[in-house]
């Protein structure tokens, strides 16, 4: 519609045609109103035409009920102007507070976002102390150590240092003397300066811890030649024919791998250590070929290791980042408390944990919330880094109630597992102090109970108790509700996961928590930091070996250098009581 279209329509006939105006012409109904307000029929003055003169004959009746007539037909057709332009009005108003709202909304939920986000970069950074007291393993890279709040409370409150008036400790004095050293007394005597001092049998003892000078030693084998009496044919030991005629004895090599598995060291720094500390002159890729022969050695116990992982009760799963020339790879680690398995792949699907362990894997695997470890029939899902989840969410949104219960009952049941595992350690303690005392002793009687009250053994009729209280939290936890998405997706987990938030229960060596691969997979998080990876899978693929064979070795609190120079000694096809040493889960 144009503006000619709005002169000399009525009241009425503008209410019939406010249904079918559209929203380009409300620019023109605008401009209309305003042309109405500058030429509004006026009123005569004070003359006869006055509103308030009564007429005295019927022409200036006429005249004046014209003027009024026209008036009121103004004052109409600006009211009905009026009202269509407050019916647009009305609807961008509501528009607009429609898209506040959602603005609102949006600002709110970037705001949260940005609140995580720095909450995830002083994890990175290692500065997260603020934003969350019980740690747990990030997205991709693995955390340090659980630490409750109460453990964190009391690390606070505790000064750095060892307290005032403590008495500093020195080393022990060695139980074996290799050599004696006599100091003889001063020539002047240190109370009156006197030169003639007498030596007599006391004395006063020091001693010095030290290592003797480290020198290359180098063995000649002369392998022996002989002649055959049948056929005078040259007889001789066929190592003397393979490999070059200078290598690497097995003491070095022992000491070369333990560095680059325990401590991190690089090539570069180990061939440094041994060409100017052990005068055995290496270059980095010499090291580099000395570590990738002791890894094909262990070779059969990887495989021996990998073997018996789908055998085992329990498990723990996690996976890590790992740089593969430059591309994004992973490293699968899993383990329990008699062995620790890494296999790196390119995947961080659910094809690998099912292609190591096997689809119906029957044992419980603990993991966190990822779903690539759904595929296990029985999983106990890590309730630290729920708690941990829930902790860092409590930042972003303080006053969510949902969420406040939802920590209040994580906590309960946290509390209650800690107490009911270590009934379960007191009563296993109980039971092999007792079977060792009657082995040792079996007429003597029982000791006596300590004092104080006494604790008793987690019997079955407990467990099931405790279990049932635990499972009725996280049903009231699971019927929460909350406006925030992060809190019903928590909510959501709980009532995904419920049954498997509780497999602790029915085994003594499954726990709350998935700790124990976090502390395993952690070296190897130290490890990618200074190595940045690997540059072939073969040289991932070896490092997975020696990772996986010496911590499962150490597991055992045994000599590491000792094993690996039995590994370097023992031919392959005699390895098998070494593997049956080191998988031993008695």
Request: contains cysteine; positive net charge; charged residues 30%.
């Amino acid at each position: 519609m144009i503006e000619e279209d709005f002169i000399g329509l009525t009241f009425e006939e503008l209410e019939q045609f406010k249904p079918l105006l559209s929203r380009s012409s409300y620019e023109n109904i605008k401009k209309e109103f305003k042309r109405l307000e500058k030429c509004a029929p006026p009123l005569k003055g004070s003359g006869v035409y006055n509103h308030q003169y009564i007429p005295p004959n019927e022409k200036e009746y006429r005249e004046q009920n014209r003027i009024f007539r026209n008036r009121l037909e103004w004052h109409r057709r600006c009211l009905a102007l009026l009202g269509i332009q407050n019916d647009f009005l009305s609807k961008d108003n509501k528009q607009l507070q429609k898209g506040n709202d959602s603005l609102k909304q949006e600002n709110e939920r970037l705001s949260k976002e940005n609140e995580r986000l720095k909450i995830q970069l002083r994890k990175v950074l290692g500065k997260d102390k603020d934003s969350r007291k019980s740690k747990g393993k990030d997205e991709s890279e693995s955390p340090g150590p659980v630490v409750t709040d109460v453990e964190e409370d009391q690390r606070q409150k505790k000064k750095r240092g060892a307290p005032k008036g403590h008495r500093g400790a020195t080393r022990p004095i060695p139980t074996q003397v290799d050599f004696i050293k006599e100091i003889p007394p001063p020539c002047l005597c240190d109370q009156c300066g006197h030169d003639e001092i007498n030596q007599r049998s006391a004395f006063v003892s020091k001693y010095i811890e030290d290592i003797p000078p480290v020198v290359k030693q180098v063995t000649e084998v002369r392998y022996m030649e002989g002649i055959c009496d049948r056929c005078h044919s040259s007889v001789i030991h066929p190592s003397a024919l393979v490999g070059p005629p200078v290598t690497i004895g097995p003491n070095l090599t022992a000491l070369l791998t333990g560095m680059r598995q325990q401590m991190g060291a690089t090539y570069r720094k180990m061939s440094r250590f041994s060409t100017e500390a052990l005068q055995i002159a290496l270059s980095p890729s010499g090291v580099l070929g000395i570590i990738n022969r002791m890894g094909y050695k262990m070779e059969s116990i990887y495989k021996a290791i990998e073997a018996a992982l789908p055998l085992q009760e329990v498990l723990h799963g996690d996976e890590t980042g790992w740089k593969m020339d430059g591309a994004n790879w992973y490293l699968w680690c899993f383990c329990n408390r008699h062995m620790v398995y890494f296999h790196p792949s390119e995947s961080r699907g659910s094809k690998v944990p099912k292609s190591i362990l096997g689809e119906d894997f029957q044992g419980i695997l603990h993991a966190d919330f990822y779903a690539a470890y759904n595929f296990a029939a029985k999983t106990q899902r890590c309730l630290i880094h729920f708690q941990g989840d829930i902790n860092d969410e409590l930042v972003v949104s303080p006053g969510d109630y949902a969420l406040i219960q939802l920590k209040q009952g994580i906590q309960t049941i946290i509390d209650k597992a800690k107490r009911i595992k270590q009934l379960i350690i007191n009563t296993e303690a109980s039971a092999s102090t007792a079977s060792t005392l009657a082995l040792a002793t079996p007429a003597a009687p029982a000791p006596a109970p300590a004092p104080g009250p006494p604790k008793l053994p987690l019997v079955d009729e407990d467990r099931e108790k405790e279990k049932k209280e635990m499972d009725d939290i996280l049903l009231r936890l699971s019927q929460l509700d909350s406006p925030n998405q992060k809190t019903e997706a928590f909510i959501k987990r709980i009532i995904k996961h419920r049954e498997n938030m509780l497999r602790f229960m029915d085994h003594p060596e499954a726990e709350y928590h998935n700790n124990r691969a976090e502390r395993a997979i952690r070296p190897s998080v130290i490890f990618r930091k200074i190595s940045f990876g690997n540059r072939t899978e073969e040289g991932a693929y070896l490092y997975a070996i020696l990772a996986s064979v010496i911590e499962t070795y150490r597991l055992k609190n045994q000599n590491i250098n000792d094993f690996l120079l039995k590994i370097y000694h023992y031919e392959s096809n005699k390895k098998h009581g070494i593997i049956r040493a080191l998988l031993d889960t008695s």
